[in-house]
């Protein structure tokens, strides 16, 4: 079993829609929990993070953490054709990030 | 704007032929890491340093080496590139306060290596 499973799609929404992301994890050592979007060609971006269960909101966007359930999510509202990326969900105890497979979004105009 | 810079973008060489891939941040962070992505896959860490401290990751080949001459800079590199070298390097930054708490890294764009 991997330490973060995440379910790499692809998704493909209208635009306008709510894109909705969901990661799973084993390791109760987790302190952070980001989620980082990646453009083809580009480098990992860091959207969102935060250390604690509970919403993070920024924008149209807004992550949820679940310490109990080892579930995170993120949501973006009203999704834009520039929406459409990579989503990778990561999490750390120490130094070392662990990813999940990463889901690709596309948003439809 | 502060943020993570890597040269070249894209970084072409024989097989066999060493190779060099830099880094450079602005954000003053004391930690930096190199990582490698191939397509569809998340990135692998390679090594890290934490201020001066270089800190190898078990699986990385002997192949790659990494030099931090001081706090803003950071450079990869491949010894004896081979096929299975081509991929994406990563160079992200964080800060810590103490080796237990790591703030989230922050990436560059990367370095795309093709090997001929």
């Known amino acids: 079993q991997k330490e973060v499973e995440q379910d790499p799609g692809p998704l493909s929404v209208p635009e306008g829609a709510i894109v909705s992301l969901n990661c799973t994890y084993s390791?109760?050592?987790?302190?952070?929990f980001m989620w980082y979007r990646q453009y083809s060609r580009k480098g990992p971006e860091l959207l969102m993070y935060t250390y604690s269960s509970g919403n993070k909101e920024d924008g149209r966007f807004t992550a949820q953490v679940d310490k109990s359930s080892k579930y995170i999510s993120l949501f973006i509202r009203d999704s834009q054709p520039s929406d459409s990326a990579t989503y990778l969900c990561a999490m750390s105890a120490n130094y070392k990030l662990s990813f999940g497979a990463g889901t690709t979004v596309t948003v439809r105009a | 704007d502060a943020m993570v810079i890597q040269n070249p973008r894209y970084q072409v060489t024989q097989f066999g032929k060493p190779v060099t891939l830099s880094c450079s941040q602005t954000l003053n962070h004391n930690v930096m890491y190199w990582y490698q992505q191939k397509s569809s896959q998340a990135p692998k860490l390679l090594f890290h340093?934490?201020?001066?401290?270089?800190?190898n990751e078990a699986d990385t080949p002997d192949n790659f080496q990494s030099r931090r001459p001081n706090t803003s800079f950071c450079f990869l590199d491949i010894r004896s590139p081979g096929l299975g070298d081509a991929a994406m390097y990563l160079c992200a930054t964080s800060s810590s306060q103490g080796t237990s708490v790591y703030q989230p890294q922050h990436f560059g764009d990367g370095t795309r290596l093709s090997i001929l």
């Open positions: 340093y934490y201020d001066k401290d270089f800190n």
């Open positions: 390791n109760s050592a987790f302190q952070y």
